[in-house]
């Protein structure tokens, strides 16, 4: 994971242009992609799909000719979205193109101006206290033309024709926890959930933020339908701990899930209620949807020095953490596979076990007890009002403990689904 972070580290991505397409093209090298291009113009909902933007080269160069500030040297240089420029100017007239971040002064923040034709330099403090006064060159190469929007779609087909989504957004250029960590865990996820015993089937999407999301919701709405859960995946990877996001409806099945995972690790980690600010889980938990999606994060946006910062580099992103995003992820899959409602077809009194073979089943387990208790709290609860997930939250045995009772009292013909 940390290696294709690092591959992908210095592709100048955005909203639309090459550096998303390049991405793509990468991540299609370990897992196939679907690849949509979506044109300019395009009416998705109440918004439009906006020209492509790229680039190839920017810098301000002193009046020696050298490059003060450089494209080459860092994408985040250049706010993305710049119309072209080419120009002199003083230092004075060029200040009002530059940001830089006071507080941090040195790093180089991270800008875009996606709606407003635009254009800007980001800097960091240091390099501009370092400018004489005196005439500048002012270049950026870019384009902003119509063109196409660009995302894709991995689907794991399972045998429910239900889905569970997993998105992460692709348009930040050179940020490795914001954008690059997801991407590489959702990558590893596809990858592992392949090779699995599926129930979901699950949809894979890689899109840029806010305006991908909208796109895709925009351009499918049979799709839409058949999302059971779902779960946007961002800041992935910093050695902070994790944090879970419910969906607008606070109590789906993923936030269940989520929540009943990271509290039975025991480890610090946070939940908190859903916001309409952060990542695509506002579109998809937009009141016309109200999808079932949270948003699972380490440290959240903004929550750290580095976030839109040239520090959010793949030093930031540490390969333990990416690790263990994806368990956590790969447990919150399990219980929502694993997750079903039984009915006990023997609920007049206790049905007896022993003659079952259900106890020697158990004889000689480390866990006798455990399981057997499970098997006692499965049979009350299965009411059909109970799922497996509220019998470990109410009995507060392990999940796995209770899928397993489950599945043996299924087998002996004591519980229907
Ligand atoms: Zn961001």
Redesign the pocket.
């Known amino acids: 994971m940390h290696a294709l972070v690092e591959r992908l580290f210095p592709l100048c991505r955005s909203i639309t242009g090459d550096g998303v397409r390049q991405t793509l093209e990468i991540i299609g090298g370990s897992l196939p992609l679907t690849v949509h291009e979506v044109p300019s113009g395009t009416a998705v909902f109440d918004w439009t799909v906006p020209r492509e933007w790229n680039i190839r080269d920017a810098y301000i160069a002193d009046a020696t000719g050298r490059r003060v500030v450089d494209f080459a040297d860092s994408n985040l240089h250049v706010v993305s979205y710049s119309v072209p420029v080419s120009a002199t100017m003083t230092l004075d007239e060029l200040r009002p193109h530059l940001h830089t971040l006071p507080e941090q002064p040195d790093l180089v923040p991270y800008r875009t101006s996606y709606y407003q034709p635009d254009w800007g330099f980001c800097l960091s403090q240091r390099t501009l206290d370092s400018l004489a006064d005196g005439e500048y060159r002012v270049e950026i190469d870019s384009t902003l033309a119509d063109g196409h929007l660009t995302y894709a779609e991995h689907v794991v087909p399972g045998r429910l024709s239900d889905e569970i989504l997993i998105s992460c957004h692709v348009c930040?250029p050179s940020?490795a926890n914001?954008?690059l960590a997801a991407i590489a865990v959702a990558t590893q996820l596809a990858a592992r959930l392949a090779e699995a015993e599926r129930r979901y089937t699950y949809r894979f999407l890689f899109m840029p933020?806010t305006i991908g999301s909208i796109t895709w919701l925009a351009r499918n709405a049979e799709a839409v339908e058949r999302v059971r859960h779902g779960l946007v995946l961002a800041c992935a990877g910093d050695r902070g701990s994790l944090t879970y996001k419910r969906s607008r409806r606070g109590d789906a099945g993923i936030d269940r899930a989520a929540r009943y995972v990271l509290e039975s690790s025991g480890r610090p980690h946070r939940i908190v209620d859903f916001s309409p600010y952060g990542y695509d889980e506002r579109q998809f938990c937009s009141p016309g949807f109200n999808l079932g999606v949270g948003c699972l994060t380490r440290t959240p946006?903004a929550g750290y020095p580095e976030y839109?910062t040239s520090a959010d580099n793949p030093d930031f992103v540490a390969p333990e953490a990416m690790a263990d995003t994806l368990e956590t992820v790969w447990e919150i899959l399990g219980v929502l596979e694993r997750d079903r409602t039984y009915v006990n077809l023997s609920p007049f009194g206790e049905p007896q076990l022993g003659k079952r073979g259900l106890y020697e089943a158990l004889g000689g387990r480390s866990d006798t007890k455990q399981a057997q208790l499970a098997m006692l709290w499965v049979l009350n609860l299965s009411d059909g009002e109970h799922s497996l997930l509220d019998v470990a939250e109410r009995s507060g045995l392990p999940f796995a403990a209770v899928a397993g009772a489950a599945a043996a009292l299924s087998d002996a013909g004591l519980l229907k689904e």
Request: aromatic content about 14%.
């Open positions: 930040h940020l914001d954008n933020g946006y839109h």
